[in-house]
């Protein structure tokens, strides 16, 4: 029988922070609750990495963390402790930023397509006179050449017999027999099995499949028995050994065969406890023929963050919108359907064209206009990608929305429909490929950008427009989970949210109180402004989020918020104008608006941590195995990475953990105040109760309230174990608080596990229930 977890424990591995660090921190750990160990991918990655998601060499663990005999530490701390351990992975691609660092690509550079290692890398081989393309250079390739920037080492080394080529901190292998052509730069140059590109030609020009818009990951072929082979028998040898007991797989929408790929990681894992890191979108539901236990939890993490928004005030920040928009001359918004589809065409026309041009360079025949026909129908896709011939539905509306669009391209979309839909062919294939990358920058990396009016609904596996869900639609979706992907990991934050779980509930309370916080953003603006309206409201929502904050880090969110959206700034061509109204904002929020941000901050800052003991809480006993992101049982107030991977101090919550423990011994309970030992208790101790009784969380029972605050309490009762959490809390106070509202309970006498209350049998009244907290765990006495 597959071990799967009950609660997890996610760490972020890295040269900063090691396995040995992990394996001293296992023991708190299994004080918090959790029962397994969740870490980032731990194969040798790209010197200097900290996140590990560019993989160089998959036949070792990384020495930068550790290596093989701290992963063995690492095991044995969590076996001592009885925790499994679940560990990233990363099919889809392999760093190149360095090439000397990754051996299969170091090979193919020197050997090209005779390297034995050239088949792993998914190459277009008719492009470019069968070279690789390398968009490194800062010039064209004549002047750099002309501007001596390009040297030749003929020293033989053992990964290089014939010298090596450099430009700047680019080091290259020279070709077998071509360095005696150094004193021929230009001939040297063309000898080689790569050719050297200017940095902007990979928009367009780059001849190999990378992970998104990354030049420096590239792709791997693991749909080859060979490639796959090679790139998981290390991985394969963890779970023989005992040194992991369940796999998460990154970005398995980039592979060509994303079902064959689980089935064939069954094979040789054993059929171990496996989550996919995949995206749905509303409506869309996770293969149910795939060898998985369920998502990495974006989906749920939706459903928690939906259930705190209040849908009248949403309506009113949208209007707040509009008018920033109109003030300062931004163009109106309009669906949030027509922005994806105009920053996912950008994104196609732009940034991922290469992928695109490939998509024409195997088509069987010519077809005018296919470029363009290829890259509408891409911006019109539904969802990240299809599984032919499951999910043929997304394309044939991708395929009526093209010719809604366009119809000047309707002859054009016509001749393509059957060669998409035919996964036999390359074409259908890699299309497949591609419309993820297209969702995934033209979406999470720019219209989640744009779309500024609450920040708490653009978070990675939501769709904006649900701006809201009432309380029979949240338990809805649990009792789907439970019936169908009752493993499926459920989560707040993770490694790539943009904002934490705590910015969001804070963030939240804006709804509530849209009318007050467009007079606090009008005066912030009146200090400090961009010159942008909407994106003035999204720099000054992430102070108001995650305040306090410094200027450094409100900058440098700011810069990044900024070129992601694309519209005043940029990646590849900043405005160094505009961006000078980011740093300004930035400075202000420590300097002139500081004053008026504290006042603000204090009037919402209780009902964002009722919103965050409530999700916390919900989270964490809803069906699912729910994950606790590093350091987010306290007040977590990280904004996009690397904001959200800054290192978390360990020992500062083993020591809070136990002096709540003692408190709560002796009747003594911790405020709900800014250090956040509240959230500790809850955090604890649902994730306890857990994995101590898992018997008490076998079914699920939406909670019935009654009286006139009803609407404000969610509550579910999973076997003998029921949480009881408060949503919209500002409207609540405003409307008198609980008053006659009680909820509805079985004839049996409970015990608050938060704060030890007994709790008598039949219905309670909601105003004694959450007189000390705004949530409540009640354990049956059966």
């Known amino acids: 029988m597959t071990r799967r977890p009950l609660s997890t424990y996610r760490l972020q591995i890295s040269p900063r922070f090691t396995l040995d660090d992990a394996a001293a921190v296992v023991p708190y750990i299994r004080e918090l609750g959790a029962s397994w160990v969740y870490v980032s991918p731990l194969l040798t990655a790209t010197p200097g990495s900290d996140h590990?998601?560019?993989v160089v060499d998959h036949s070792r663990v990384d020495p930068a963390r550790g290596g093989d005999e701290a992963l063995v530490r690492f095991a044995a701390a969590a076996r001592r402790e009885g925790l499994g351990i679940l560990v990233d992975i990363v099919p889809n691609h392999m760093g190149v930023a360095v090439p000397r660092a990754n051996p299969w690509w170091w090979d193919m550079l020197r050997l090209g397509r005779s390297s034995r290692h050239a088949v792993a890398f998914d190459i277009d081989a008719s492009r470019g006179d069968g070279r690789l393309r390398l968009p490194i250079l800062g010039a064209s390739l004549d002047e750099v050449i002309a501007a001596g920037e390009l040297s030749v080492d003929p020293e033989p080394a053992d990964d290089a017999p014939d010298g090596t080529l450099s430009y700047y901190d680019h080091v290259l292998p020279l070709a077998p027999g071509t360095a005696a052509l150094a004193g021929d730069l230009p001939a040297l140059l063309a000898a080689q099995h790569y050719e050297l590109r200017y940095w902007e030609d990979q928009n367009a020009e780059l001849t190999y499949r990378r992970f998104f818009a990354v030049s420096e990951l590239a792709g791997i072929r693991v749909e080859l028995a060979d490639v796959f082979a090679e790139s998981h028998r290390e991985i394969a040898r963890w779970i023989t050994d005992g040194l992991a007991d369940g796999l998460r797989v990154d970005h398995p929408d980039g592979l060509a065969d994303p079902g064959g790929y689980l089935e064939r990681l069954a094979d040789v894992t054993g059929g171990v406890y496996t989550l996919v890191e995949k995206i749905l979108e509303p409506g869309e539901e996770l293969p149910d023929w795939w060898h998985t236990d369920?998502?990495?939890?974006?989906?749920?993490?939706?459903?928690?963050?939906?259930?705190?928004?209040?849908?009248?005030?949403?309506?009113?920040?949208?209007?707040l919108d509009d008018g920033l928009r109109a003030d300062t001359g931004v163009a109106p918004r309009g669906s949030w359907a027509d922005l994806t589809h105009t920053t996912k065409r950008m994104v196609a026309d732009s940034l991922l064209r290469s992928e695109v041009r490939r998509l024409v360079h195997t088509l069987p025949f010519g077809i005018v206009g296919a470029e363009d026909a290829l890259s509408e129908i891409l911006a019109c896709f539904p969802v990240?990608?299809?599984?032919?011939?499951?999910?043929?539905?997304?394309?044939?509306?991708?395929?009526?929305?093209?010719?809604?669009?366009?119809?000047?391209?309707?002859?054009?979309?016509?001749?393509?429909?059957?060669?998409?839909?035919?996964?036999?062919?390359?074409?259908?294939?890699?299309?497949?490929?591609?419309?993820?990358?297209?969702?995934?920058?033209?979406?999470?990396?720019?219209?989640?950008?744009?779309?500024?009016?609450?920040?708490?609904?653009?978070?990675?596996?939501?769709?904006?427009?649900?701006?809201?869900?009432?309380?029979?639609?949240?338990h809805r979706a649990q009792q789907v989970r439970m019936a169908s992907w009752p493993f499926s990991m459920t989560t707040l934050s993770t490694h790539d949210t943009k904002r934490s779980e705590d910015v969001r509930a804070r963030l939240a309370v804006l709804s509530e109180l849209p009318e007050r916080w467009g007079e606090v953003l009008q005066e912030l603006r009146a200090?400090?402004?961009?010159?942008?309206?909407?994106?003035?409201?999204?720099?000054?929502?992430?102070?108001?989020?995650?305040?306090?904050?410094?200027?450094?880090?409100?900058?440098?969110?700011?810069?990044?918020?900024?070129?992601?959206?694309?519209?005043?700034?940029?990646?590849?061509?900043?405005?160094?104008?505009?961006e000078r109204g980011i740093a300004e904002v930035a400075d202000a929020a420590q300097g002139a608006a500081r004053g008026l941000l504290t006042r603000f901050v204090d009037e919402i800052a209780g009902y964002g941590r009722v919103n965050a003991l409530s999700a916390k809480l919900l989270q964490v006993t809803a069906p699912g195995v729910p994950d606790v992101y590093q350091g987010t049982e306290l007040w977590d107030l990280s904004?996009?990475?690397?904001?959200?991977?800054?290192?978390?101090?360990?020992?500062?919550?083993?020591?809070?953990?136990?002096?709540?423990?003692e408190d709560h011994a002796r009747g003594v309970l911790p405020p709900v105040d800014d250090e956040g030992s509240v959230k500790l208790l809850v955090t604890s101790r649902a994730l306890r109760l857990r994995r101590d009784n898992p018997e008490l969380f076998g079914i699920y029972r939406p909670g019935v309230a009654t009286g006139t605050a009803s609407a404000h309490v969610v509550a579910a009762d999973r076997g003998g174990a029921t949480a009881v959490a408060t949503r919209l809390p500002a409207t609540l106070e405003r409307r008198g608080g609980w008053g006659d509202t009680i909820l509805m309970r079985p004839d049996l006498p409970a015990t608050d596990v938060l704060t030890g209350r007994r709790i008598a049998p039949g219905p309670v009244r909601l105003a004694e229930l959450l007189d000390t907290y705004p949530v409540a765990l009640l354990r049956d006495a059966r």
Do not use: C
């Open 52 to 54: 590990g998601y560019d």
């Open 639 to 661: 904004l996009v990475d690397p904001d959200n991977r800054r290192p978390v101090d360990f020992a500062a919550r083993a020591a809070l953990l136990r002096r709540i423990d």
């Open 294 to 319: 369920g998502t990495t939890g974006y989906d749920a993490l939706a459903q928690f963050d939906r259930l705190f928004v209040d849908p009248d005030g949403v309506r009113a920040l949208r209007e």
């Open 527 to 578: 200090i400090a402004s961009t010159g942008h309206g909407p994106f003035d409201a999204l720099l000054w929502q992430a102070a108001v989020g995650a305040w306090p904050i410094s200027a450094e880090r409100l900058h440098a969110y700011g810069v990044k918020a900024a070129r992601e959206a694309a519209e005043a700034t940029g990646w590849q061509h900043p405005d160094e104008g505009f």
């Open 384 to 474: 990240y990608r299809s599984y032919l011939p499951a999910g043929g539905e997304h394309l044939e509306h991708a395929l009526a929305e093209a010719r809604r669009r366009r119809p000047d391209l309707a002859a054009a979309i016509a001749e393509l429909a059957p060669l998409l839909a035919d996964a036999s062919r390359e074409l259908g294939e890699r299309f497949q490929q591609t419309s993820g990358a297209v969702m995934a920058k033209g979406v999470e990396d720019t219209a989640f950008y744009r779309w500024t009016h609450l920040g708490t609904l653009t978070e990675v596996g939501a769709d904006p427009s649900v701006e809201s869900i009432d309380v029979n639609e949240y």
